[in-house]
Every structure is written in structure tokens, then in C-alpha cells.
């Protein structure tokens, strides 16, 4: 009998692979369907078609013009000229002028001090008693020389010839000396050598002076001075060059009250500052009815360049990112050019960029702008609409 146990069971059967992969192609189609359908049947979203309007753009209209570019610097006043007032004679000073004090304007030849002339005085009279007598003496000797010539001597001795030698020789000594007398007699007046203003003043009547001594300082008006710094660029810019011949330029001085005062380039100081800047001497030219200014003023300086050709100004406001300008065309349209800066002003680019006609630029450094769009330009200067969106 054989055993159960070890007998095959035809009753479990192996799943059947077919089966399987029916089951899951089944399952992805059912899947992928209901995507289909729900795609098929999802909402449509509302939609507005574009308006298609372009942004409205400040441009500037810039045209190539031969012109000066102004270099703007400051400076202060100081003077080049000064004029050290002291006394050639000694003594105590008898009068000092109401306008002998800081500050204060005086003429040319304008008495200032007095110093008491009374020993110059004597000084005066003593010597022109000893010329008196001098010339008393050769007159004696002279005629004593006449009657020893009638008396046919032969020697010189006799004749008085040395005595009168020596007569003349007392006679000018005792001028001279008289001469110098009185000068120092004019010199106890002492007078404004030129017009300016007095500085350093520190005289009252009664101290005693000496010729080493300072009375004070006139500031001559007429020499003063500005040192006007500048780059290397800007001095070529200008035309300063070492060793050149041409015209220094003009120069407008502006003071903090709003003064203009012209003025003229004299030359170039040697050698450079601590920056490496090149320092220009400017000298200002006052009117009849113009008041010099005090030393140490501040002033603002422009000077102008020699006229070149082909300048384009242009506001700081259009430059763009990079050193680039936004040009638009006919069809408003912007183009990116490269922008060619000859000198940047505070306010005012100067280019060299050589445009064959009248453009307009954008006046705007908006990061919105991009090279190929459409705006609508606007004046910036008087804010007129130059293309209407609308119409296009």
C-alpha cells in the first residue's frame, strides 16, 4: 500500500504569470484613463488678452556741438604780495591813523604813523649850523687864496690850495650830513607804500618803535592769488601743457554769497600735492566797484576748456550700468551703446560719442529697461508725451 504522505498533491497549483501581468496592465490603463479624463474635463481659467502698452520712458534730446567743457575746482584766496610797514628811524610814536587797524582799507601814500620828530628836528638845525660854518671857513680860505695869488707866490702851500681842498671836502660832508638829517626828519612820517588792506596791526601812540621792528602788513588787492587743483586729465582737458604756447583759459570765481568774479590762469605750480594733482594759479580781476576779497575766502572755480568739437552733454541721470546709454530709435525702441565719456562733470556728462543726427537717450537709470523694448519716450525736460502708445 503505498503511503499517503509521500503522494504528489495535483490540488496546489503554481499562480499563473499571464494571469499577473494582465492584472497590472489592467491597473495602469485603468490609471493613465482617469488622468486623461480629469485633464480633459479640469476648468479653464479666466484669460485676458494683453493690452500691449508700452512703458512710458523720460528721454533727453542730445545733439553733438562744438563747445567748452567747464572744469569746475576750488580754492581760497591767499596773497602773493605783502608789503612789511616798518620805521627807519627810532622813537615814540606821537599819532597812529583811525584807519591803521585790522582790516581796513587804505590808499597809497596815506598817512599812517607819526613818530615825534622833535630830536630829528634839532638834528636838522645842528646840522645846517655846521654847513654854515663850513662854508664860512672856505669863504675865508677862498679869499685868503685870492690875495696870495696877487702876490705871485709859487707855492701851493701859499697859495691856500690844500685849505681849500680841505673846504670843500667839509663843505659836502656837512651837506650830506644835513641832507640825511631831514630824512630822517620825513622819515618820522610814515605812509601807506601801496593800497591794500592793513593786517597785523598792533601800534599805539606812545610806544617806542626801532627800525627792526613790524609795524604791520599791507595786503596788496591786486595780488592775490587762488591754487585751483586738478587731475592730469582735466589739465589736458584744458590745454595745460609744460612747454606749450597756448592761451591760458578764462576762469569764473564764485563765492558762497553767489558772486561771480573773472578771473585768468597765470601759470602751474612746480611739482604736485599730496593727492598727485597738478595746482593751477588763478588771479582774479576786480571791477571799479567790486570789494576785494578777504584772504582766505573760499571760492568756487569754473574753467573753461578750448572749444572742441563734436561734444555731446548729457545729464548724470543716463548713464546706465556698465558706462552704457539707452538710445531710442524711430520705432521707440531701445539700443545699447557704449558710452564714450570725455570729462564727467558734477551734474553733466560730457561724450564723445560721435551721433550723426539729433537722438534721443533715456533719462533714467530704471534696471527695467532692456535693450529691444518698446516705450513711450517723454520729454524730461518739458514732459511732453512724444509717442502715444495707444495709436501704435
Not at 330 to 335: C, F, G, N, P, S
Request: glycine fraction near 6%; charge should be neutral.
Amino acid at each position: 500500500m503505498p503511503d499517503a504522505c509521500s503522494a504528489p498533491d495535483n490540488s496546489i497549483r503554481r499562480p499563473n504569470p499571464v494571469l499577473r501581468i494582465s492584472v497590472w496592465l489592467a491597473a495602469v490603463i485603468a490609471v493613465i484613463t482617469g488622468a486623461v479624463l480629469l485633464v480633459l474635463n479640469a476648468p479653464q481659467p479666466a484669460t485676458q488678452p494683453p493690452t500691449g502698452s508700452a512703458p512710458g520712458v523720460a528721454v533727453i534730446r542730445v545733439s553733438p556741438q562744438d563747445q567748452a567743457i567747464p572744469v569746475h575746482s576750488r580754492g581760497h584766496v591767499r596773497m602773493t604780495r605783502e608789503f612789511y610797514l616798518s620805521s627807519q628811524v627810532q622813537g615814540r610814536v606821537l599819532q597812529v591813523s583811525d584807519r591803521f587797524i585790522n582790516g581796513q582799507q587804505v590808499q597809497q601814500g596815506e598817512l599812517l604813523l607819526t613818530i615825534d620828530p622833535a630830536p630829528y628836528e634839532l638834528e636838522v638845525r645842528q646840522q645846517q649850523a655846521s654847513l654854515d660854518r663850513h662854508l664860512l671857513q672856505r669863504e675865508e680860505i677862498l679869499a685868503k687864496a685870492e690875495v696870495a695869488r696877487q702876490q705871485a707866490t709859487e707855492s701851493d702851500f701859499a697859495r691856500y690850495i690844500p685849505h681849500l681842498r680841505m673846504a670843500n671836502s667839509q663843505v659836502a660832508a656837512a651837506r650830506a650830513a644835513l641832507q640825511y638829517a631831514q630824512q630822517q626828519l620825513r622819515d618820522t612820517r610814515i605812509y601807506a607804500p601801496v593800497s591794500g588792506r592793513i593786517a597785523r596791526a598792533s601800534i599805539q601812540p606812545g610806544q617806542q618803535v626801532s627800525p627792526a621792528l613790524v609795524l604791520g602788513v599791507i595786503y596788496d588787492d591786486q595780488w592775490q592769488e587762488i591754487r585751483l587743483p586738478v587731475s592730469d586729465h582735466e589739465a589736458q582737458l584744458l590745454g595745460i601743457r609744460p612747454g606749450t604756447d597756448h592761451p591760458l583759459p578764462a576762469v569764473t570765481l564764485t563765492t558762497a554769497g553767489g558772486t561771480k568774479i573773472p578771473a585768468h590762469i597765470t601759470g602751474t605750480e612746480a611739482g604736485r600735492d599730496n593727492f598727485q594733482q597738478i595746482m593751477l594759479l588763478a588771479r582774479p580781476h576786480y571791477s571799479a566797484d567790486m570789494a576785494p576779497l578777504l584772504p582766505g575766502t573760499f571760492v568756487e572755480a569754473e574753467i573753461l576748456s578750448p572749444v572742441i568739437t563734436g561734444v555731446s552733454r548729457v545729464p548724470r541721470s543716463a548713464m546706465q550700468a556698465g558706462n552704457h546709454l539707452l538710445l531710442v530709435d524711430e520705432q521707440h525702441q531701445l539700443h545699447d551703446i557704449a558710452a564714450r565719456v570725455l570729462y564727467a562733470g558734477k551734474d553733466q556728462l560730457y561724450l564723445h560719442n560721435t551721433f550723426s543726427a539729433p537722438v534721443w537717450l533715456v533719462n533714467s537709470s530704471r534696471h527695467a529697461l532692456l535693450p529691444g523694448i518698446r516705450v513711450v519716450p517723454v520729454d524730461s525736460a518739458g514732459q511732453e508725451q512724444l509717442a502715444a502708445a495707444a495709436g501704435e
